[in-house]
């Protein structure tokens, strides 16, 4: 499996941006397909936005559509999450995830998780 470390979560106000990124280990990082997931306290973990191995295909969930904008460096085996617009319900854990070979884009479908960095927006 593969090793994830997330950076870049913070305090911003509402409007503001961030920039998260999620550095992998091992050699094999361009073989995965790379995931942003969030929770909030007393929801669900749930889809922000997923990439494919080559970075050509992007998805992303109706709540941060044209606001977040997902990308990968495969030289640099690092995942990112450019965050616009900000809003107080963005406020959440972000966690980046990867997997082979993911069925959905659900949490259940990825096998390995970073730790998550903390993203809190103010009104």
């Known amino acids: 499996q593969v090793q994830l470390v997330e950076s870049g979560g913070g305090l911003v106000q509402a409007g503001g941006s961030l920039r998260l990124s999620c550095a992998a280990s091992?050699?094999?990082?361009?073989?995965?397909?790379m995931g942003w997931f969030r929770q909030a306290p007393g929801k669900e973990r749930e889809f922000v936005g997923g990439?494919?191995?080559?970075?050509?295909?992007?998805s992303y969930a109706d709540s941060v559509r044209g606001r977040f904008t997902i990308s990968r460096d495969n030289a640099k085996n690092t995942v990112y999450l450019q965050m616009n617009s900000l809003k107080p319900e963005d406020t959440a854990v972000y966690y980046c995830?990867?997997?082979?070979?993911?069925?959905?884009?659900?949490?259940?479908?990825?096998?390995?998780w970073g730790q998550g960095t903390q993203v809190t927006v103010s009104s």
């Open positions: 995830a990867a997997d082979l070979n993911p069925r959905l884009w659900a949490p259940s479908d990825f096998g390995s």
């Open positions: 091992g050699r094999t990082f361009s073989s995965y397909v």
């Open positions: 990439i494919s191995r080559t970075g050509s295909t992007t």
